[in-house]
């Protein structure tokens, strides 16, 4: 057998590399989520806020857009919730007289806390403990946890691993018992978008009360060299008051999964609380 000619030799090798940089620099295929991931039926019920709200969206570094424009969309529908999409520096001179909710959105807790900064951490710390609603989701939570030096810490939580990264999969969930007065009545599973959302564990703090449980992870996703099995029965969906105010944190992503978009709408009903007393400066 003859050796194959040198030119020929080097065309197969660069055609080889270039067939394996051409694999390396392909995009990983977008994630699709199923529109009839939960066979079309509505599994969390539309209900009324409890008067009119103003809810602030965090917009900002942490949060692509992607992320605010879901949660407005599922807070249209409510044309008694007045929505304002506002960037970092609102949070720091934010007062419970002019909002009742402040949403932070999935996207990077780390990130969405340094464009806060300082000043617009303890604000918003102080706005909830004085009385005001807090929702986060996926980031958001991460941001409401204690165990973190850059996170808000008006949640008793802390997450289970330093590794974040677990990867997106459509889980299943299930309500408990306490879900009730909150997402209102929930029989059986149902599937949700999960992103690197938190898997919490309740946290060391004697200041401040335990979190109860609305939800639970009954599947898992644990790519990347993310621990197995801690995802199971882990909480999806959490609440907790924190001073006078509610904090609700969701770790996967109910905002843009079909079925499930009066969630969110319920979670800041819920922190949003009772008709509250007039806060003297």
Not at 63 to 78: C, E, I, R, T, Y
Not at 227 to 251: C, D, L, M, T
Request: glycine share 12%; proline share 10%.
């Amino acid at each position: 057998m003859k050796p194959l000619p040198i030119a020929l030799v080097c065309l197969f090798a660069c055609s080889l590399a270039f067939a394996q940089e051409t694999k390396k620099s392909e995009p990983a295929p977008k994630f699709v989520i199923p529109p009839d991931a939960n066979g079309g039926k509505t599994v969390i019920a539309r209900e009324e806020p409890p008067r009119p709200l103003k809810v602030l969206i965090y917009s900002g570094p942490g949060a692509p857009q992607s992320g605010v424009d879901h949660v407005m969309n599922v807070l249209k529908p409510f044309p008694q919730v007045s929505v304002t999409v506002a960037k970092p520096e609102a949070f720091a001179t934010l007062t419970n007289a002019t909002c009742d909710v402040v949403v932070f959105p999935g996207g990077s807790g780390s990130g969405q806390s340094k464009g806060l900064g300082e000043a617009g951490l303890k604000n918003v710390r102080e706005f909830v403990g004085n009385g005001g609603g807090y929702v986060g989701i996926c980031a958001g939570a991460y941001l409401a946890c204690s165990n973190f030096s850059w996170g808000l810490g008006i949640l008793n939580a802390g997450t289970v691993s330093s590794k974040w990264r677990r990867g997106q999969a459509m889980l299943e969930l299930e309500c408990t018992g306490e879900a009730m007065p909150v997402l209102g009545e929930v029989n059986g599973l149902f599937k949700v978008r999960y992103n690197n959302g938190p898997i919490l564990k309740p946290w060391t703090r004697t200041d401040i009360p335990a979190y109860t449980t609305l939800s639970v992870f009954k599947t898992e996703t644990a790519k990347y060299g993310s621990p197995e099995g801690v995802q199971i029965n882990a909480p999806a969906h959490a609440i907790a008051p924190f001073g006078k105010g509610r904090v609700f944190v969701s770790s996967p992503h109910p905002e843009n999964t079909p079925g499930l978009e009066f969630m969110i709408p319920r979670g800041v009903f819920w922190a949003a609380g009772e008709k509250k007393e007039a806060v003297v400066p």
